[in-house]
């Protein structure tokens, strides 16, 4: 049984900065890879970021050095620290363990707006 839950969502203006967090269980965390993936209307579902068990991270282009995603492992939690926020990037945004082909949380909403 897979169960994670996303925080940190909110309204936000433009070029503000907001920090998501996932708590995860009924994964092996520590060996696991997390990701974010974002979905707002009309679009599908994109991977954000990752980070493996090691620490190796990887995000999409259109957020990088923007965005930072880490883990804390004995907290069973991965996060995700956003900057410089676009309204592009408003969308309700969800993590997962990339090992697991289904299993999903119910997303937190980041809207960027003035």
């Known amino acids: 049984q897979v169960q994670l839950v996303e925080s940190g969502g909110g309204l936000v203006q433009p070029g503000g900065s907001l920090k998501l967090s996932c708590a995860a269980s009924?994964?092996?965390?520590?060996?696991?890879?997390m990701a974010w993936y974002r979905q707002s209307p009309g679009n599908q579902r994109e991977l954000v970021a990752a980070?493996?068990?090691?620490?190796?991270?990887n995000y999409a282009e259109s957020v990088k050095g923007r965005f930072t995603i880490s883990r804390d492992n004995a907290k069973r939690t991965v996060y995700l620290q956003m900057n410089s926020l676009k309204p592009e990037d408003t969308a309700v945004y969800y993590c997962?363990?990339?090992?697991?082909?289904?299993?999903w949380g119910q997303g937190t909403q980041v809207t960027v707006s003035s």
């Open positions: 997962k363990d990339v090992g697991l082909p289904a299993g």
């Open positions: 980070i493996t068990s090691s620490g190796s991270k």
């Open positions: 009924g994964t092996i965390f520590s060996i696991a890879t």
